[in-house]
C-alpha cells in the first residue's frame, strides 16, 4: 500500500506559476508509474502528467509545453512545475501511482484575477 501527499496548490493569476508537490510513504519500492490528475467542477478526472521510475515523461496536449512532471527516487516526490496557468486548469489535482492504483487526497489549483 502506498500513501501519497499532495501540496503546493492555491490561487493564482492567470500567467503564473505553480509548483506541486507528492510524496509517497509506505511500500514505495513497488511504484513503477507516477502521474498526475485533475479534476474540474462538473467534468472527470483527466490524466495530464505521468513519469515512469526511468525518467520517460508523457503529457495530455492540454498541459503540453506548460507543465513539467519530475521525479525525485531518493526523496520519494513526484512534482509537477505549471507555468502560463489558464483559468482552465481549474481543478483538484492529483497524485497517482501504479501499480496498485494509489490516489492523494488532492490539492486545489486557482487560476483566476
Known amino acids: 500500500q502506498v500513501q501519497l501527499v499532495e501540496s503546493g496548490g492555491g490561487l493564482v493569476q492567470p500567467g503564473g506559476s505553480l509548483r506541486l508537490s507528492c510524496t509517497a510513504s509506505g511500500s514505495i519500492f513497488s511504484i513503477i508509474f507516477m502521474a498526475w490528475y485533475r479534476q474540474a467542477p462538473g467534468k472527470q478526472r483527466e490524466f495530464i502528467a505521468g513519469?515512469?521510475?526511468?525518467?520517460?515523461?508523457n503529457y495530455a496536449d492540454s498541459v503540453k509545453g506548460r507543465f513539467t512532471i519530475s521525479r525525485d527516487n531518493a526523496k520519494k516526490t513526484v512534482s509537477l512545475q505549471m507555468n502560463s496557468l489558464k483559468p482552465e486548469d481549474t481543478a483538484v489535482y492529483y497524485c497517482?501511482?501504479?501499480?496498485?492504483?494509489?490516489w492523494g487526497q488532492g490539492t486545489q489549483v486557482t487560476v483566476s484575477s
Open positions: 513519469i515512469t521510475s526511468g525518467g520517460s515523461t
Open positions: 497517482h501511482t501504479q501499480p496498485g492504483g494509489s
